[in-house]
Nanobody, 124 residues
Framework: QVQLVESGGGLAQAGGSLRLSCAAYGFSATHYVTGWFRQAPGKEREGVCIMAVDGSTYCTDPVKGRFSISRDSYKNAIYLQMDDLKPEDTARYYC??????????????????WGQGTQVTVSS
């Protein structure tokens, strides 16, 4: 059974950093596409960064140059390093993979499984 468990969210000041973790269970994170997404109150869920099977990464324009995605094959985990945080980064952050039956389409890809999310709040 595929399961994703996020951690590492919290309160940060503008200009600060946070590192989110996502533990993957039931599949190998190195064999499937994985990604981080976020959703702010009253807004649609949006893509943040994704990582392909070959390790290549893509981050969307709002976070490019400030956020980065990585993975640890031994821990079977995915990470989101967030630097130079801004108040507009405040949102609930989710990790996802294309494994599973889900049908959410974001960044031109179907995402099958999602974690429960972790809240990030950035104060000015």
């Amino acid at each position: 059974q595929v399961q994703l468990v996020e951690s590492g969210g919290g309160l940060a000041q503008a200009g600060g950093s946070l590192r989110l973790s996502c533990a993957a269970y039931g599949f190998s994170a190195t064999h499937y596409v994985t990604g981080w997404f976020r959703q702010a109150p009253g807004k649609e869920r949006e893509g943040v960064c994704i990582m392909a099977v070959d390790g290549s990464t893509y981050c969307t324009d709002p976070v490019k140059g400030r956020f980065s995605i990585s993975r640890d094959s031994y821990k079977n985990a995915i990470y989101l390093q967030m630097d130079d945080l801004k108040p507009e980064d405040t949102a609930r952050y989710y990790c996802a993979t294309d494994v599973g039956e889900g049908k959410v389409i974001l960044l031109n890809r179907r995402w099958g499984s999602w974690g429960q999310g972790t809240q990030v709040t950035v104060s000015s």
